[in-house]
C-alpha cells in the first residue's frame, strides 16, 4: 500500500504500444535515483503546506517551533508565523504522482491537489482517490484511446493496471459477469469538465470488448446503432455555451444491458432536466441548440423549401443574436453525420422530416410579429410566419392566430374570450416554442430507445449517468436548485456506498468501530427539499402552484414561516427575495423569482389543443396528453394532474426512480474536473480545481476515509517494514507476524485509538504511518550513512594498499631497467650477442620449436584417427542392422511370392471348376431339353389316344346313348386298358416332373456355386 511499484510501470513502458502507455504512466517512472535525491533533501527539513488565496496552498519548512505556532519559509525565501493548525503536512517526495491518492500517508486537500497538479502536468490525466477516478480535462488529444489501449485494459490485471476510464469501464463490466450484478457509473462534474467525453469512453469500451472478443475494431449492428444515438442526442441536446463548445444541455442515464454471455442486447436512454429555455435565448457569446445550425447551412435546398425556409440565421429571432460559428466544426458535415446516423439506427426519412418539421416550426414562431393595439391588445398584422408555422404542424391559421390574441379561458362555469397584451402573447409563444422542442426531444429519445431496446427479464445492465454536477453561480435559480438536489441525493448514494464497504471490511476483519453512516448527513437537507411532511421545498412550492392568488413572493414566505430556525440547513438571506440552503459542498443561496412559472411551466391550451388535433399525426402525439375538452369531472382530475405534473414534482419522481435503480447496482464513480477556465491545455488554476474536489464530494470522501482508519498493513509488510526501528524486540527464531506485529506495536507506544488489529491487518488513523514513516526514513538515512561511511573506508583503504603496492613495484621495475642498462654498456655483453647466433647451443631453441611442433602434429592425427575409428564402429553397427532388416524383408518378400503362387494355383482350379460344372450344365440342360421333347411326345400321344377313344366311344359323353349291351362290353374292356395305359401314363409323367425339378433344383445350386467361386476369385 505504502511502496510504489516502479518495476512494473518501466515493464509497461517497454511492452507492445509502449509509446501510447507511456501517456498513461508518465513521469511516475523517474523515481529512483531523483527520487533518492529528492527525498534525502526532504529529509533535511519539516516540510508543511500553508493555505494560500492565489495559489491554493504553497510549500515551505518550518523554520522555528514555538508551540502553537511555527515559522515557516517559503521557496521565494519570505517567513511567517502561521498557527500550527493552519499547516497541512506534507508527503515524502516518494508519494509524488501517486496513482491511487487513498495511499497518500497525509490526506489533506493540500497533498491532493499537489499530487493531481503533478499528475496533471506530466500529461496523467486520471488518478484514483479510494472509490473515485478522477479525471481532469486535458484540453488535448493524447492517444489514450485508441484499440490498443482499449486491448491492454482488457487483457490485463486490474490493480496493476494505471488509473483510466477504459480500467473503470472494464471492472464494472467483469464485476457485472462475475457477481451477476447490475453495474452504474456515475460521472459527474462541472461544465465542460469531460462527462460526456469519458461516458462515450465507456460505451466506446463496452461495445469493443462486449461484441467480438478477438477483434476490438468490428461492431454488431446493435452496438453501432447504440454509438450513432450520440450524433442524434448531441444535435438535438447540446451547445456551444462559455464552458464548453459542446455542452449537454441534458442529463442522461444510459442503460446497457446484455445478456449473460456478456454480450450487448439492448440499451435504453433516460433523459433528465432539458434546459429548454435555450430555444428562445442565448447570450450573444452562446449558440441555441446545435441543430438549428445544422439544418440551416447543411440541409437541401429541396428538404428547406418543404420545411419554408428560405432566410440564414440571421433572418430568424430565435437564432440571430447567437453566436454563429464554433472553431473547428463545420455544421454543414454535421448535418451530414446526423442524417448518417438517423439512417443507422433506423430513424427513416418521413420521422426525420417530422424532427426538422419541429425545428423549422421553432424558427418560424420566433418571427411572429406582434404589434400593440391602442387599447394595449396585441394584433398580428403580418402573417407569413403565422402561416409558416400552421403549415408545418398541419393547423388552421385563423384558429391559431385566434388563440394566441383572444383565448377562450373558463371563468366559472362559462367559457369567456380574453384579450391578450402584447407581452402575454409573446410569452405564449416562447411557452409553446420551448414546450414543442422539447416535447420533440422527449419523442425523439423515445424512438431511439424504440430503435435500440429490448426489454428482457433475464438482462443485466451497466448503466452510465452523465449529468451536471453541483452549480454555484451568482445568481442560482430553479434550475440549479434541480441539479444541486440530484447531486445531493447521488453523494448521499457515494457515502452510503462507502459507508457499507468499509463496514463490510471491519466487520470482515473483526474490528471494533462505532459505525457512522455519513449518508446520514445529508439527509437533513435532502429532507429540507423533498420530504412531504413537515413539507419541504418542493412539495410547499407545488402547492402555491395550485393557490390561485400564490406569487413567487407569497412562496418564498410560506418556505420562512416553514423552516426559518426549525432546520441548521435553511437560512433566510439578507436581500434577495430566496433562501439559502447548506448542500454537502457549500452554501447556496437561490433566487426564488419565477420559480412557480418555472415549476408550473403554462401552456396556452387553445394552442394546445390545436396541436393535439393536427392533422401531422407526429405533431398530434407531441400534445396528446391536452387531447378533448375539460369537462368538469376532467377538471377535477386535471388539477390533480396538474400538481403531478410540476417540473418539480416531475424530476423528484425521476431521480426516485434513478436512484431506486442506482441502489440495486454496484456504482462505479467518475469525477471530471475542469483544470482552468480558458480551456487550455497543461494548466491547472488550484483554487479553482480544489473547489471542484469539494463540489463533487472527493474531498467529502477523504474526510469520511480520515474518519476511520484509512492506512492498513498486512501485519507481515508491517513487520517487514518497521521491524529495522526496534531492533532485539522480536526474539530470534520462529514468531507468527501477529503475534510480531503487536509486540512492535507496543514498542513503538502508540496510543489504542490510532489504530486497531484486525484478523489480517492492521488498521491505522491518517497520519500515523506518515510519523512511522518519518522514523523509519530517518533511521535508514543513519543507517545508509553509516554504511556508505563503512564502504568509503574501505574503498580507501583498498585505494591507498593499491598505491603503496604500486609504488614498490616501480622501484623494482626502475632497479631492472637500471641493471639492464648497465648491462647493455658492457663489450662483454655485446661480443655475446654477436657471437650467439653461430652457437650450436642457440640452434637447440629451434629443434625444440620444430619438435614441439611435430609433437601436436601427432597428438591431431590421432585424435582424428579415433573420431574416424568410433565413425566407423557407428557405421558398422549401422550396416548390420540393415543386413538384418534386408533379410528379413527377403524373407517376407519369398512368403509373399510363394502365397502368389498358391493363390494363382487356387484360381486355376477354380476356373477348371468352373468350366467343368458348366459344361455338367449344359449337359444337363440337354438332357432336360431331350427329356422335355420326350414328354412333349407322350403328351402328344397320349391326347391322341384320347381323341381315339372318344372317337370310339370309349369315354363318356352326356349326349351320346349306348344302343347294345355287346358293345358295352367291349367298350369296358377297352376301358381298362385305355384306363391302364392312362395311369402308367401319369405315373411316368409325374416321374418326369419330379426329374424336371431336381434338375432345376441342381442348375440353382450350379449357380449359386458358380457366383461363390466369382466372389472367391
Ligand atoms: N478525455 C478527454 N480528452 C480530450 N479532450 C477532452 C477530454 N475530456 C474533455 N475533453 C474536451 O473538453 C470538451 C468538453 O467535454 P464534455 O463535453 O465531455 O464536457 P461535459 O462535462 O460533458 O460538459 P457539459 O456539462 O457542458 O456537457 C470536449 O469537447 C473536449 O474538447
Ligand atoms: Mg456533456
Same mark, same amino acid.
Given at each position: 500500500?505504502?511502496?510504489i511499484?516502479?518495476t512494473?510501470k518501466n515493464?509497461?513502458?517497454?511492452s507492445?504500444? /509502449?509509446?501510447?502507455?507511456?501517456?498513461?504512466?508518465n513521469?511516475?517512472?523517474?523515481?529512483?535515483?531523483?527520487?533518492?535525491?529528492?527525498?534525502?533533501?526532504?529529509?533535511?527539513?519539516?516540510w508543511?503546506?500553508?493555505?494560500?488565496?492565489?495559489?491554493g496552498y504553497?510549500?515551505?519548512?518550518i523554520?522555528?517551533?514555538?508551540?502553537?505556532?511555527v515559522?515557516?519559509?517559503?521557496?521565494?525565501?519570505?517567513?511567517?508565523?502561521?498557527n500550527?493548525?493552519?499547516t497541512?503536512?506534507m508527503n515524502?517526495?516518494?508519494?509524488?504522482?501517486?496513482?491511487d491518492m487513498?495511499?497518500?500517508?497525509?490526506?489533506?486537500?493540500?497533498?491532493v491537489?499537489h499530487?493531481?497538479?503533478?499528475?496533471?502536468?506530466s500529461?496523467l490525466?486520471?488518478?484514483?482517490?479510494?472509490?473515485?477516478?478522477?479525471?481532469?480535462?486535458?484540453?488535448?488529444n493524447?492517444p489514450?484511446?485508441?484499440?490498443?489501449?482499449?486491448?491492454?485494459?482488457?487483457?490485463?490485471?486490474?490493480?496493476?493496471?494505471?488509473p483510466?476510464?477504459?480500467?473503470?469501464?472494464?471492472?464494472a463490466?467483469?464485476?457485472?459477469?462475475q457477481?451477476?450484478?447490475?453495474q452504474?457509473?456515475?460521472?459527474?462534474?462541472?461544465?465542460?469538465?469531460g462527462?460526456?467525453?469519458?461516458?462515450?469512453?465507456?460505451i466506446?469500451?463496452?461495445?469493443?470488448?462486449?461484441?467480438?472478443?478477438?477483434?476490438?475494431?468490428?461492431l454488431?449492428?446493435?452496438?453501432?446503432?447504440?454509438?450513432?444515438t450520440n450524433?442524434?442526442?448531441?444535435?438535438?441536446?447540446?451547445?456551444?455555451?462559455?464552458?464548453?463548445?459542446?455542452?449537454?444541455?441534458?442529463?442522461k442515464f444510459?442503460?446497457?444491458?446484455?445478456?449473460?454471455s456478456?454480450q450487448?442486447?439492448?440499451?435504453?436512454?433516460?433523459?433528465?432536466?432539458?434546459?429548454k429555455?435555450?430555444?428562445?435565448?442565448?447570450t450573444?457569446e452562446?449558440?441555441?441548440?446545435?441543430?438549428?445550425?445544422?439544418?440551416?447551412?447543411?440541409?437541401?435546398?429541396q428538404?428547406?423549401s418543404?420545411?419554408?425556409?428560405?432566410?440564414?440565421l440571421?433572418?430568424?429571432?430565435?437564432?440571430?443574436?447567437s453566436?454563429?460559428?464554433?472553431e473547428?466544426?463545420?455544421?454543414?458535415i454535421?448535418?451530414q453525420?446526423?442524417?448518417?446516423?438517423?439512417?443507422?439506427? /433506423?430513424?427513416?426519412?418521413?420521422?426525420?422530416?417530422?424532427?426538422?418539421r419541429?425545428?423549422?416550426?421553432?424558427?418560424?414562431?420566433g @418571427?411572429?410579429?406582434?404589434?400593440?393595439?391602442?387599447?394595449?391588445q396585441?394584433?398580428?398584422?403580418?402573417?407569413?410566419?403565422?402561416?409558416?408555422?400552421?403549415?408545418?404542424?398541419?393547423?388552421?391559421?385563423?384558429?391559431?392566430?385566434?388563440?394566441l390574441?383572444?383565448?377562450q379561458?373558463?371563468?366559472?362555469?362559462?367559457?369567456?374570450t380574453?384579450?391578450?397584451?402584447k407581452?402575454?402573447?409573446?410569452?405564449?409563444?416562447?411557452?409553446?416554442a420551448?414546450?414543442?422542442y422539447?416535447r420533440?426531444?422527449?419523442?425523439?429519445v423515445d424512438r431511439?430507445n424504440?430503435?435500440?431496446?429490448r426489454?428482457?427479464?433475464?438482462?443485466?445492465?451497466?448503466?452510465?449517468?452523465?449529468?451536471?454536477?453541483?452549480?454555484i453561480?451568482?445568481?442560482n435559480?430553479?434550475?440549479?436548485?434541480?441539479?444541486?438536489?440530484?447531486n445531493?441525493?447521488?453523494?448521499q448514494?457515494?457515502?452510503?456506498?462507502?459507508?457499507?464497504?468499509?463496514?463490510?471490511?471491519y466487520?470482515?476483519? /473483526?474490528?471494533?468501530?462505532k459505525f457512522?453512516?455519513?449518508?446520514?448527513?445529508l439527509q437533513?437537507t435532502?429532507?429540507?427539499?423533498?420530504?412531504?411532511?413537515?413539507?419541504?421545498?418542493?412539495?410547499?412550492?407545488?402547492?402555491?402552484?395550485?393557490?390561485?392568488?400564490?406569487?413567487?413572493?407569497?412562496?418564498?414566505?410560506?418556505?420562512h414561516?416553514?423552516?426559518?430556525?426549525?432546520?441548521?440547513?435553511?437560512?433566510?438571506?439578507r436581500?434577495?427575495?430566496?433562501?439559502i440552503?447548506?448542500?454537502y459542498a457549500?452554501?447556496?443561496?437561490?433566487?426564488?423569482?419565477?420559480w412557480?412559472d418555472?415549476?408550473?411551466?403554462?401552456l396556452n391550451?387553445?394552442?394546445?389543443?390545436?396541436?393535439?388535433r393536427?392533422?401531422?399525426?407526429?405533431?398530434?402525439?407531441?400534445?396528446?396528453?391536452y387531447?378533448?375538452?375539460?369537462?368538469?369531472?376532467?377538471?377535477?382530475?386535471?388539477?390533480?394532474?396538474?400538481?403531478?405534473?410540476?417540473?418539480?414534482?416531475?424530476?423528484?419522481?425521476?431521480?426516485?426512480?434513478?436512484?431506486?435503480?442506482?441502489?440495486?447496482?454496484?456504482?462505479h464513480?467518475?469525477r471530471?474536473i475542469?483544470?482552468?477556465?480558458?480551456?487550455?491545455?497543461?494548466?491547472?488554476?488550484?483554487?479553482l480545481?480544489?473547489?471542484?474536489?469539494?463540489?463533487?464530494g472527493?474531498?467529502?470522501?477523504?474526510?469520511?476515509c480520515?474518519?476511520?482508519?484509512?492506512?492498513?498493513?498486512?501485519?507481515?509488510?508491517f513487520?517487514?517494514?518497521y521491524?529495522?526501528?526496534?531492533?532485539?524486540?522480536?526474539?530470534?527464531?520462529f514468531?507468527?507476524?501477529?503475534?510480531?506485529?503487536?509486540?512492535?506495536?507496543?514498542?513503538?507506544?502508540?496510543?489504542?485509538?490510532?489504530y486497531?488489529?484486525?484478523?489480517?491487518?492492521?488498521?491505522?488513523?491518517?497520519g500515523?504511518?506518515?510519523?512511522?514513516?518519518?522514523?523509519?526514513?530517518?533511521?535508514?538515512?543513519?543507517l545508509?550513512?553509516?554504511?556508505?561511511?563503512h564502504? =568509503? /573506508?574501505?574503498?580507501?583503504?583498498?585505494a591507498?594498499?593499491k598505491?603503496?603496492e604500486?609504488?614498490?613495484?616501480?622501484?623494482?621495475?626502475? =632497479?631492472?631497467?637500471?641493471?639492464i642498462?648497465?648491462?647493455?654498456?658492457?663489450?662483454w655483453?655485446?661480443?655475446?650477442?654477436?657471437?650467439?647466433?653461430?652457437?650450436n647451443?642457440?640452434?637447440?631453441?629451434?629443434?625444440?620449436?620444430?619438435?614441439?611442433?611435430?609433437?601436436?602434429?601427432?597428438?591431431e592425427?590421432?585424435?582424428?584417427?579415433l573420431?574416424?575409428s568410433?565413425?566407423r564402429?557407428?557405421?558398422e553397427?549401422?550396416?548390420?542392422?540393415?543386413?538384418i532388416?534386408?533379410?528379413n524383408l527377403?524373407?517376407?518378400?519369398? @512368403?509373399?511370392?510363394?502365397?502368389?503362387?498358391?493363390?494363382?494355383?487356387?484360381?486355376?482350379?477354380?476356373?477348371?471348376?468352373?468350366?467343368?460344372?458348366?459344361?455338367?450344365?449344359?449337359?444337363?440342360n440337354?438332357?432336360?431339353?431331350?427329356?422335355?421333347?420326350?414328354?412333349?411326345?407322350?403328351?402328344?400321344?397320349?391326347?391322341?389316344?384320347e381323341?381315339?377313344?372318344?372317337e370310339?366311344?370309349?369315354?363318356?359323353?352326356?349326349?351320346?346313348?349306348?344302343?347294345?349291351?355287346?358293345?358295352?362290353?367291349?367298350k369296358?374292356?377297352?376301358?381298362?386298358?385305355?384306363i391302364?395305359?392312362?395311369?402308367?401314363?401319369i405315373?411316368?409323367?409325374?416321374?418326369?416332373?419330379?426329374?424336371?425339378?431336381?434338375?432345376?433344383?441342381?442348375?440353382n445350386?450350379?449357380?449359386i456355386?458358380?457366383?461363390?467361386?466369382r466372389i472367391?476369385?
Open positions: 500500500m505504502l511502496t511499484n516502479n512494473r515493464s509497461l513502458i517497454h507492445p504500444g /509502449g509509446e501510447a502507455l507511456r501517456l498513461l504512466v513521469g511516475s517512472c523517474d523515481a529512483g535515483v531523483n527520487n533518492t535525491v529528492a527525498q534525502a533533501t526532504f529529509n533535511e527539513k519539516k508543511v503546506w500553508v493555505e494560500d488565496k492565489k495559489a504553497v510549500a515551505g519548512y523554520t522555528r517551533d514555538m508551540g502553537e505556532e515559522e515557516v519559509r517559503f521557496n521565494d525565501h519570505s517567513t511567517r508565523i502561521i500550527i493548525n493552519e497541512d503536512k515524502p517526495p516518494k508519494f509524488d504522482k501517486v496513482e487513498a495511499d497518500l500517508t497525509f490526506l489533506n486537500e493540500a497533498s491537489i499530487n493531481l497538479r503533478l499528475r496533471y502536468l500529461n490525466i486520471y488518478t484514483y482517490s479510494g472509490l473515485f477516478l478522477v479525471a481532469v480535462n486535458p484540453y488535448q493524447f489514450i484511446y485508441t484499440d490498443e489501449i482499449i486491448r491492454y485494459y482488457k487483457n490485463g490485471r486490474h490493480h496493476e493496471m494505471p483510466h476510464i477504459y480500467a473503470i469501464a472494464d471492472s463490466y467483469n464485476e457485472m459477469l457477481e451477476r450484478q447490475n452504474s457509473i456515475l460521472i459527474t462534474g462541472e461544465s465542460g469538465a462527462k460526456t467525453e469519458n461516458t462515450k469512453r465507456v466506446q469500451y463496452i461495445a469493443a470488448i462486449a461484441g467480438d472478443s478477438s477483434n476490438t475494431k468490428i454488431g449492428k446493435l452496438e453501432l446503432q447504440i454509438l450513432q450524433p442524434i442526442l448531441e444535435a438535438f441536446g447540446n451547445a456551444l455555451t462559455i464552458r464548453n463548445n459542446n455542452s449537454s444541455r441534458f442529463g444510459i442503460r446497457i444491458e446484455f445478456n449473460s456478456g450487448i442486447v439492448g440499451a435504453n436512454i433516460e433523459r433528465y432536466l432539458f434546459e429555455s435555450r430555444v428562445t435565448y442565448q450573444s452562446e449558440r441555441n441548440f446545435h441543430i438549428f445550425y445544422q439544418l440551416i447551412r447543411g440541409a437541401s435546398p428538404i428547406k418543404k420545411l419554408l425556409l428560405n432566410g440564414s440571421n433572418d430568424y429571432r430565435f437564432t440571430k443574436n453566436l454563429k460559428d464554433i473547428g466544426v463545420n455544421d454543414s454535421e448535418y453525420a446526423l442524417v448518417d446516423a438517423m439512417n443507422v439506427v /433506423g430513424i427513416s426519412e418521413d420521422e426525420q422530416i417530422d424532427l426538422f419541429v425545428i423549422a416550426a421553432v424558427l418560424h414562431l @418571427n411572429i410579429e406582434i404589434a400593440s393595439s391602442r387599447n394595449d396585441a394584433q398580428i398584422y403580418e402573417t407569413s410566419a403565422s402561416e409558416n408555422v400552421c403549415n408545418l404542424l398541419s393547423i388552421p391559421v385563423s384558429d391559431f392566430i385566434k388563440g390574441l383572444n383565448p379561458v373558463k371563468a366559472g362555469r362559462e367559457w369567456v380574453q384579450a391578450r397584451t407581452e402575454q402573447v409573446l410569452y405564449s409563444i416562447e411557452a409553446l420551448k414546450s414543442l422539447e420533440s426531444f422527449f419523442a425523439l431511439i424504440k430503435a435500440i431496446y426489454p428482457n427479464n433475464k438482462s443485466q445492465f451497466i448503466g452510465v449517468l452523465d449529468i451536471a454536477g453541483f452549480e453561480f451568482k445568481v435559480s430553479f434550475e440549479q436548485f434541480c441539479i444541486n438536489y440530484t445531493e441525493k447521488l453523494q448514494f457515494f457515502n452510503h456506498h462507502m459507508f457499507v464497504l468499509e463496514q463490510e471490511e466487520k470482515l476483519e /473483526g474490528i471494533e468501530w457512522i453512516d455519513f449518508g446520514l448527513d437533513p435532502i429532507d429540507l427539499i423533498e420530504k412531504a411532511n413537515p413539507i419541504g421545498i418542493l412539495s410547499c412550492l407545488d402547492e402555491e402552484c395550485v393557490m390561485p392568488k400564490a406569487t413567487d413572493k407569497t412562496f418564498v414566505e410560506k418556505l414561516s416553514l423552516w426559518k430556525d426549525k432546520s441548521s440547513k435553511y437560512q433566510v438571506p436581500f434577495q427575495e430566496g433562501f440552503l447548506q448542500h457549500a452554501k447556496v443561496e437561490y433566487k426564488t423569482s419565477g412557480l418555472k415549476n408550473k411551466d403554462p391550451e387553445n394552442i394546445t389543443k390545436l396541436l393535439a393536427s392533422s401531422n399525426q407526429y405533431i398530434s402525439s407531441l400534445f396528446s396528453d387531447l378533448g375538452d375539460i369537462t368538469d369531472n376532467d377538471k377535477k382530475n386535471r388539477v390533480k394532474r396538474g400538481v403531478f405534473r410540476t417540473v418539480g414534482r416531475h424530476h423528484k419522481d425521476q431521480l426516485h426512480s434513478l436512484m431506486q435503480q442506482l441502489y440495486s447496482t454496484h456504482p464513480f467518475v471530471c475542469v483544470p482552468n477556465e480558458e480551456k487550455c491545455p497543461g494548466k491547472i488554476d488550484v483554487p480545481v480544489l473547489d471542484q474536489l469539494r463540489c463533487n472527493v474531498l467529502e470522501g477523504i474526510r469520511i480520515r474518519a476511520g482508519f484509512p492506512n492498513r498493513l498486512s501485519f507481515d509488510e513487520r517487514r517494514r521491524e529495522i526501528l526496534t531492533s532485539g524486540i522480536i526474539p530470534k527464531g514468531i507468527n507476524s501477529r503475534d510480531a506485529a503487536e509486540k512492535l506495536l507496543d514498542a513503538f507506544k502508540l496510543d489504542n485509538s490510532q486497531r488489529i484486525g484478523t489480517s491487518k492492521i488498521f491505522f488513523r491518517s500515523v504511518l506518515a510519523e512511522l514513516e518519518e522514523i523509519r526514513d530517518t533511521k535508514l538515512f543513519q545508509f550513512a553509516d554504511f556508505q561511511a564502504c =568509503r /573506508g574501505w574503498l580507501s583503504r583498498k591507498h594498499i598505491r603503496n604500486r609504488l614498490r613495484a616501480a622501484l623494482v621495475i626502475q =632497479r631492472n631497467i637500471r641493471a642498462n648497465a648491462l647493455k654498456a658492457n663489450p655483453w655485446k661480443l655475446f650477442l654477436k657471437v650467439r647466433p653461430t652457437l647451443c642457440t640452434k637447440v631453441e629451434e629443434l625444440k620449436r620444430q619438435l614441439r611442433l611435430k609433437d601436436e602434429r601427432i597428438r592425427l590421432e585424435e582424428k584417427l573420431q574416424e568410433k565413425t564402429k557407428k557405421l553397427t549401422l550396416n548390420s542392422k540393415l543386413e532388416e534386408k533379410t527377403e524373407n517376407l518378400l519369398q @512368403n509373399e511370392h510363394s502365397l502368389v503362387i498358391n493363390k494363382e494355383e487356387i484360381l486355376k482350379q477354380t476356373l477348371q471348376r468352373e468350366i467343368d460344372l458348366e459344361d455338367e450344365v449344359k449337359g444337363l440337354d438332357e432336360l431339353n431331350e427329356l422335355e421333347g420326350k414328354f412333349e411326345q407322350l403328351s402328344k400321344s397320349k391326347k391322341l389316344l381323341n381315339q377313344m372318344k370310339n366311344g370309349f369315354l363318356n359323353n352326356n349326349n351320346s346313348q349306348t344302343p347294345f349291351l355287346a358293345q358295352q362290353d367291349l369296358n374292356n377297352n376301358h381298362k386298358e385305355i391302364k395305359v392312362e395311369h402308367s401314363n405315373g411316368f409323367v409325374n416321374q418326369i416332373h419330379i426329374l424336371l425339378n431336381q434338375i432345376h433344383l441342381l442348375i445350386q450350379v449357380h456355386l458358380l457366383n461363390q467361386i472367391y476369385i
